[in-house]
């Protein structure tokens, strides 16, 4: 028994040094890995756990073992009642392989799906003021104001969420609050869901398989809403060029949340073309990602107004149209940095852009932005 526990120990590490190059060794993780503990009399207290860290980022099959658990976590979910979601589960496991974001409580997807998170009367009533005295102060300091919501990805594909989880109202909270807007207020107001829908085609996918985001097609889609209530103008999906671009290496956060492995990438993506190819343009600033906190684009499109996005990962598959459309873009995750930007520099357009299942920041961020 002594002798197994050993070779359990040892048989690992030791054919890891010989086999690690030919099987998939590579960071899966969205983070970077421990570093080596300094070694030092000043560190002696943080070098056993700084050691263990290190290790166990670089633990021999740790990519196979971390794949080999999502599979049974997966197969067990696969049996799960829309309760057990509810609960937490990070990852739906949904038809022909298809995955959606549920998240923490606050970012949870799933009562959105099935409609039991319904505001009442009186929470729409404060929220319609708190945006309506937010798109006053703007118009005061001489920006127009949006809010824009993307929806999420299981409101334009339910045909691939799993059978429980079946919607107990055909009405979400987000549509109460869009809806209320509306109807009580002047501000503006672009919630994606409808015209995702309706550009939804067998041909193509305006979402990613394995990822929570829209793809650069659905991306398009959501920017042509922004041009048509800015500009009057609308370019349908159909009077571009789609197509599947072999190139491309798709994110999988929902993979990667999960820890899946190399069978959840997708080999391409779906792209669009031919719109404006006249217009160029490039970004101001550094490191460019979904995750920037301060990005600007600058193009050579024909109106000049700048467009203000204080957003969050979803507007990075819309730049390409808007760019197309608006010369100048800024872009900033921080509300306390968007409030700042507005007071120096009044761009002509301030758009809010909150992703559905965040829809949790829609009921405070208004108050982080507006004046004392």
Known sequence: ???????????????????????????????????????????YENITSGFEAWFNDRLPYKNQLTSMNAELKKQTKLESNWMDYIGGLGVI?????????NGNTAESTINDYIGNNLYTEARLRELADGYQRLSDQYKAMG?????????????????????????????????????????HTDVRVI????????????DYLLFYKYDSHLNTVGGYVGSQLVRRELTGEYTDISDVTVF?????????DLADFYGLGPEYDEHGSWDVKDYKPEVTGHFTTENPSAEAEFMQFESTASDKRELLIIKDSFVF??????????????????????????ENNHPAVVILEIVERQFYRAEHQWEELLEE
């Open 93 to 101: 496991f949904g038809k022909d392989g298809w995955l959606f974001h």
């Open 317 to 342: 598959n819309m730049i390409g149209t808007l760019a197309r459309d608006f010369s100048y873009l800024t872009m900033i995750s921080d509300s306390a940095l968007a409030k700042e930007y507005v």
């Open 191 to 202: 919630y994606t869901k409808e015209a995702l829908q309706k550009a939804k085609s067998q």
């Open 244 to 252: 599947f671009n072999e190139k491309e290496r798709p994110p999988r």
């Open 143 to 183: 920006s127009d104001f949006i809010l824009l919501i993307p929806t999420n990805k299981e409101q334009v594909y339910p045909e691939f969420m799993p059978d429980e989880l079946i919607p107990v109202s055909a009405v979400s909270r987000t549509d109460q609050l869009v809806a209320y807007l509306k109807e």
């Open 1 to 43: 028994m002594c002798l197994l526990f050993l070779a359990a120990l040892i048989v690992p590490t030791i054919s890891w040094l010989f086999v690690r190059n030919l099987v998939g060794s590579e960071n899966r993780e969205k983070r970077e890995y421990a570093e080596f503990p300094e070694l030092s009399a000043e560190n």
